[in-house]
């Protein structure tokens, strides 16, 4: 008997991957709110840059995460036309081989189509 491979499925790498992405984030976000913090503290020139610096990031971290979450929509989209293409074709197979069962008997028992 012949084993196929066995491949790893996608999605958990995906969503160990989005978990990551997250943590990434939110570390960011963790560091932006020092930054806030200390531009809050600070007075002058070093308040004017910390802040230019603060908002340039959380515009960052605002495109990061639409991004992810239009990652995460296309991704649940396609497993969900994944899902239905499959169960599809299980229902194809299943009414053929239904089929198949029932011309089987009826050959055997010498029914339909034998002269």
């Known amino acids: 008997m012949t084993e196929r491979s066995k491949r790893k499925p996608a999605a ?3 969503g160990r991957r989005i978990k990551e992405l997250e943590q990434r984030l939110a570390h960011l976000e963790t560091m932006l709110a020092e930054v ?8 002058g020139a ?8 603060a908002e340039a990031v959380s515009e960052r971290i605002a495109r990061a995460r639409d991004a992810l979450g239009t990652s995460l929509d ?9 899902r ?7 229902g194809l197979l299943t009414r053929g081989l239904q089929a198949g069962m029932r ?3 009826a050959a055997y ?3 339909k189509g034998q002269s």
């Open 46 to 53: 070093t308040r004017a840059r910390l802040e230019r610096v």
């Open 74 to 82: 296309r991704l649940s989209d396609a497993l969900t036309i994944s």
């Open 12 to 14: 958990p790498a995906m």
């Open 36 to 43: 806030r913090a200390e531009a809050g503290r600070s007075s």
């Open 84 to 90: 239905e293409r499959v169960e599809r074709e299980v």
């Open 109 to 111: 028992r010498g029914g």
């Open 103 to 105: 011309a089987g008997r």
